[in-house]
């Protein structure tokens, strides 16, 4: 067997508006060509300028991954020719990243360990080259875009444990709302390294997979490329060095080139950006932005709520839904519901028709704080059924409405006429109703009950119920529907 080392290179668009050395906008569909300005098209002679907005997201990112940010940072060109980069160099930085040895730890689906944070830098992005046919065409609406690096040590040991790094590196940065996440338009993507070696020989022979733009793939194709380098150890072959493309359609990695090293880019200092060192009121800014993060925030919502794993990982996965959440909860229990009562109600509520309404009408999660909703009414809503005041199945009906109506669940429930009715005297003339319509059905039940035919005997009795219920609009107290019917089958009322 072989020892696995994985290390990954994952870069993210910050959310910045402009891009990070001049004042284009920066944004993902426009227009080709129409976000561009001398600076971000290389024009020869024209001065960047720091946006300092995405060095703060830069180091937020940073803080949150436990690294260090040093006293200086300041940034060198990366010098390569490629067409879709117009000065032939990027501007990067290499000897002092705003981001230094951190660590992050990944947890869940029996993945439990600390990956290593080596460095964060910020970048600028390069264009898009656009392949058609004869011609290549080239957009520069993403050149010069701010570009955040996370490169971490080669601690993973699986595609597993890196898809599992990936996932939940994008649900921190969308936490602290300095990244979109979003693979299939690029905003995260990662270039994924990995060697094998005999246990204890340390590293081996890196490859390197290029641009991988979703967590799957990710895992795939690493997966698929330890069984490569093994197959080849195996026949006593060895492992070149060299970067390699995931190709979706035939699930293998292919050579694309042998890689340069940092040699080759001949690094140097940026003469036209001054260094930056962060003062206390800029490192006071990026604590500002300090979040409790989803793993974190999942792992306490459990426990102070009495969630299962399931449960707590769904409702942590977007910021605004876990916020909305335990604002919902806070609210029931200022209405007398005891907290792990609310916690439990609530939490169902929101991950089974909730969701499902978002879904239909096509909300984000993430917009769940801007429905007509609120936590409040939710909690209301929780309350009204708790108190048996509103029976689950019209719960369901109040929440639609509320959702459509911009009103609270009380008067909802007021107009449409939705009170439970608990009052055994009623529900008795609705069971009598019953009894004269269904004759025959009674007549079943009571001869299932004599032959003790226990499964007859239920579906029988849950059909009277449902009958009882129906004929009170759906408002009788089911409990105490389902007493009286019972009752009245065995003749013991
Ligand atoms: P390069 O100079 O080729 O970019 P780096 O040393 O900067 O290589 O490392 C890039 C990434 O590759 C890091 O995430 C690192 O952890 C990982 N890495 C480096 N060497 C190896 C190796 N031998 N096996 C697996 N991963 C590696
Ligand atoms: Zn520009
Ligand atoms: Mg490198």
């Not at 007398?336 to 929101?350: F, P, S, T, Y």
């Amino acid at each position: 067997m072989y020892q696995t080392f994985i290390g990954l290179e994952v870069h993210i668009h910050l959310l910045t508006k402009t891009k990070v050395f001049c004042g284009c906008r920066s944004a993902f569909g426009d227009e080709p060509n129409t976000n561009v300005c001398p600076v971000c098209l290389g024009y020869p002679g024209v001065m960047p300028a720091l946006n300092i907005e995405a060095m703060r997201m830069g180091c937020l990112v940073a803080r949150a991954l436990n690294c260090r940010i040093p006293e200086k940072t300041w940034f060198e060109r990366k010098q390569y020719f490629y067409p879709d980069m117009p000065k032939n160099y990027q501007i990067s930085q290499f000897a002092s990243p705003l981001g230094q040895e951190g660590w992050v730890e990944i947890e869940g689906g029996g993945i439990n360990k600390r990956v290593r944070i080596r460095e964060c830098h910020l970048e600028e992005d390069a264009g898009k080259m656009i392949h058609t046919g004869a011609v290549s065409l080239l957009d520069y609406n993403r050149a010069g875009v701010s570009l955040l690096e996370i490169v971490t040590e080669p601690d993973m040991e699986s595609g597993e444990e890196a898809e599992l790094f990936v996932q939940q590196l994008r649900r921190a940065v969308r936490y602290l709302g300095v990244c979109d996440g979003n693979m299939e338009e690029g905003s995260l993507r990662a270039d994924a390294n990995v060697s094998i070696n005999l246990p204890g020989r340390g590293l081996g022979s890196k490859v390197e997979i290029k641009n991988l733009n979703s967590s799957r793939f990710i895992r795939l194709g690493l997966n698929y490329e330890v069984k490569r380098q093994a197959a080849m150890l195996d026949a006593g072959k060895v492992v070149v060095q060299e970067t390699r493309l995931w190709n979706e359609n035939r699930d293998e990695t292919a050579p694309m080139r042998t890689k340069e090293n940092a040699k080759d880019y001949r690094y140097f200092p940026e003469p036209d950006l001054p260094a930056f060192t962060p003062d206390e009121a800029f490192l006071a800014s990026v604590d500002a932005g300090l979040v409790e993060l989803p793993l974190p925030r999942s792992k306490r919502v459990k426990a102070d709520y009495g969630l299962n794993d399931e449960q707590a990982f769904l409702l942590c996965e977007e910021k605004a839904f876990a916020d909305y959440y335990e604002s919902a909860v806070n609210e029931a229990c200022k209405l007398g519901l005891e907290k792990k009562d609310a916690a439990g109600r609530v939490a169902n509520r929101l991950l089974t028709e909730v969701k499902h309404i978002l879904s239909r009408e096509n909300i984000d999660e993430a917009g769940i704080g801007t429905v007509k909703l609120s936590p409040r009414r939710l909690a209301e809503l929780t309350a009204l059924v708790a108190g048996g005041n509103i029976s689950n199945k019209n719960a369901k009906q109040a929440l639609e409405a509320v959702f459509a109506e911009d009103k609270d669940p009380a008067e909802i429930v007021k107009e449409r006429g939705w009170e439970q009715i608990n009052d055994p005297a009623l529900i008795a003339g609705a069971v009598k109703q019953v009894w004269d319509a269904e004759a025959e059905t009674v007549r079943s039940a009571r001869a299932a009950i004599e032959a003790d035919n226990q499964k007859k005997v239920k579906s029988l009795t849950a059909y009277l119920v449902g009958k009882v219920l129906a004929a009170t609009g759906g408002r009788a107290a089911p409990e105490v529907a389902g007493r009286q019917v019972e009752a009245l089958l065995r003749g013991t009322d």
